[in-house]
């Protein structure tokens, strides 16, 4: 956000203001709304069809900062708030996929694996994206985290659900 403000020639605040501070703020904790909408959700059409929409929605935002980034934050401030809304939205569904698609005597390791795999990535985003920020700049870097979702939404396809995605 504060980037944004900064490169944006009309901006009506500054990058360091409790405006800016309180809506970064709101991107990340809109995302504990995201989790109970998903477990609502899921419970009414399944877990791979949420996770599925969750992944689509997330992504598209990523790759929408591109086009937002920089401007007011009227247009930035809903993109980033959706993202967070459904970045977070499908978490607690993988590990409920992989409880129901292991067979019992491996769910232990199976959770371990997921929760160990999905640390690694984050931990490997959060490394990378700070010098690709520095050579291309952060609308370049939610293009490449929309990677993250597509590569989710190639995977979950492989399951095996009936539900169409609407």
Known sequence: MAASVARDPHALTAPSSPAVAVLSF??????????????LVADRI????????ALVISGACCALVDLAFGRSLWILA???????????????????LVT???PPHAVGTALTLQ??????LTIGTIQVIPP??????????????AAGPLLGILSIRRLNWTAPLQ
């Not at 809903?78 to 409920?96: C, H, K, M, T, Y």
């Not at 929760?115 to 690694?120: D, P, R, Y």
């Not at 690709?132 to 985290?145: E, H, K, Q, S, Y």
């Open 26 to 39: 709101g991107v990340i904790a809109v995302g504990g709304l995201g989790c109970i909408w998903g477990r």
């Open 46 to 53: 399944g877990r791979a069809p949420l996770v599925t929409r």
């Open 78 to 96: 809903p993109v980033a708030l959706v993202w967070g809304f459904f970045i977070i939205a499908d978490s607690a569904q993988f590990s409920v």
């Open 100 to 102: 129901e698609s292991v």
């Open 115 to 120: 929760i160990s795999l999905g640390f690694l």
């Open 132 to 145: 690709l920020v520095r050579f291309a700049g952060w609308p370049w870097a939610f293009v490449l985290l």
